[in-house]
Structures are given as structure tokens and as C-alpha cells.
């Protein structure tokens, strides 16, 4: 079995934590819940990377032929395949895999879905590149990222170049990229996609919410 890396132990650690966390911004999520579900088809085969404790997953599985929902961190997917036991769906499936244990043959994706993750990636870059050989030509990528705030003043700063680099320092937080919106948009553009819904959901920190087609 290959080692853990750090991420996937720093996840894997706060699962039971996170899980039990209730949303921060309902309203948002719920919105964007139903703009995603609005792109789903009956047939649609989907997947979701980065799918955490898998409520999303298990939310849109209803819609869509069959999704499969993934995470980095086996501690996510143990409390996502409890989940699933209590649902009772027979079509899903949850499994332990980072964005590029993801084979691409075939490109057999209708719908590829990342909530929350995009910032989390350490080489955004190669990670869309194989996001987009993933979704069958035509097929749709959803995401949800949180990005640098448009009026960043002192207090992200100190949270961005000193808290967090020290909370990293001591395995308290992960790898994390904060982008402005625009700058995201652009290497979702450059990675071969067709933007064909954006918009913000202002929490705590800004979230661009990016539903886009493969060109
Ligand atoms: C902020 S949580 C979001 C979880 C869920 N999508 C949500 O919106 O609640 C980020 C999740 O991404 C996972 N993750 C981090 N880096 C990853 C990677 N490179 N590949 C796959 N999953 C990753 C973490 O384990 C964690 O469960």
C-alpha cells in the first residue's frame, strides 16, 4: 500500500471533526446545490473529487445514472461509506484517490464535480489538464473554490503570508492556494473548458462557483 501523504493524514485526522461541523453558509450551499443539479441528467455518469464525508455526493446522486465520489483522505471516505449504508443508494460509489489516480481512458465522465478543492491542489495546472480527460467531450466540469477576497486588506495578509505558513510549518494546515477569481478562471480556460456559469458565494472567505463545458 503506498505511504499517506501529508495532506491525505492532515484530512484524514479532522474527519470526524469536519463531519460534524455544520455548514457555514447554508443558503449558499444550497443554491449552488440546486444550479448543479439543474446541469444533471437521469443518465449522466458523474464523479466528485475531493468529496470530503460525501453529503453532496449522496444529495445529487438521485439525479444521475450513477456518481462516483472520491477523497484523498481515507478518513473522509470511512464516514462517507457509513453514509451510504444509512442511505441505502445502489448508486454510488465512494473510494480513496487523489485527482490523478483517476483513469482518463475513454474519458468516461458526463459530469466531473470539485467542491472546495481547486485551492487545495498543489499543481493546479496538471490537475485540470487531467480534470478535462476525464469528462467525455461535450460533458460538463461544476466547481465550487475558494479565492483571494477583491478587497484583500491587512488581516488576510497576515493570514495568508504568516499564519497559515506557520500552521503549515506544524502540520496544522494543508497545502492551500489562494487565486483571485479571475486568475482561476483563466487556467480553467486555459485547461480547454467553455465557462458557461460563474458567480460568487460570499462567506467567510469568497467562493467562485464555475460551471463550465469541455471545448
Ligand atoms: C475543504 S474539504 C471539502 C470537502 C467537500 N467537497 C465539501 O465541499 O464539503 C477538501 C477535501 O478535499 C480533499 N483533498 C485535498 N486534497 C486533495 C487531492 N489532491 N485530491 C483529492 N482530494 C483532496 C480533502 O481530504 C478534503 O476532504
Redo the contacts with the bound molecule.
Sequence with gaps: MAPI?N??A???KR?RK?AANP?GDMDGYLNTLERTKSYLKPGDTAL??????G??ALLLAPHVKHITA????PG?IEIANEKLVEEGLNNVTFAV???KDHSTDDSPYDVVM????LH???DLDS?LAHIRALVKPGGLFIS?T?CAPYNAGLKFALIRYIAIPIMQAIGKA??VEFMSANALEGKIKAAGFKIIETGDQNGMLLSRYLVVRKA
Excluded at 48 to 53: A, K, S, V
Excluded at 70 to 73: K, L
Aim: contains cysteine; charged residues 15%.
Design positions: 501523504s495532506d491525505a492532515f484530512w484524514s474527519s469536519y455548514i466528485e473529487i475531493g468529496c470530503g464525508t453529503s453532496t472520491t477523497d484523498i483522505a473522509m484517490a487523489e485527482v470539485a467542491h472546495n478543492l487545495l491542489v498543489t490537475a465550487k475558494v494543508p497545502f
